[in-house]
């Protein structure tokens, strides 16, 4: 912002030169102050590259106020801020013309109350800043308590930890031996299993066994059936054979009485 170009203009005459706005120029002011009273290798100021460029209003009375005499300034061609402006197309040129016209000491007495209101400002900001170092101070005040509470909580943390860490041990034990007693079990009913697959094959053989008995019995019991039924045809034979010995014997017996 304090060195110039080849042609003597600082920053400032070169945001002007743009048309910059508010904001810039008073960062470009707070940042060179003097850079409002230099002119460039033409003669020009700040103020008249503002008044050129229809620079807003309030960027002309910020240039008034950091450089009062810059209203009478000469360029190399003759030129005043004044004339500039009552040239330029500017939408405020009516304000910017009313500001130039404007006596010198009202800037001197506006930067005066500037000044006045920044002071008071500033104070309000000590006042601001002060209280909040106190409330910074209470601040840390309270931290270190928090960090004394927090390092016996940390303690009281690590000491759970601890205990934690021995039960969570006997979990880890625990857990080994139901894994162990579980894998045990598991072979215990594996084999159970087994067994109960060939006690099932045996039944199922049983099972066979017995319907091939049963069969059999059933077998046998026609037979017998059969039996019993052929012994009752001879039975009835033979009753009927001993009729006819019988009836034979009479025959002969009443034949030989005849005869005698």
Known sequence: AKV???E?????HLACRQGAGLEIVNNLLVTYHKGARKQDNYGLLALHWACAQNSAASVVETLLRAFPDGVETIDKWGRSPMALA?????PDKEKVIEA???DQSYWSTSLLKEVADLKLKLECKETKERNVRSKATDLEARLQEVTTSSNAAAASFRELTKELQVENADLEEEIKDLKAKKSESDRKIERLEKQNKELK???EDFEKRLEAISGLFRAMEDQRLIILRATGDWEDTLQKASDLVEEREAVEAV???DFH
């Open 4 to 6: 110039p170009d080849d």
């Open 8 to 12: 003597g203009r600082l920053s400032l």
């Open 86 to 90: 009552q040239a330029s197309t500017n």
């Open 100 to 102: 130039l016209k404007r």
């Open 201 to 203: 094959g045996s039944i």
């Open 255 to 257: 034949l030989l009485k």
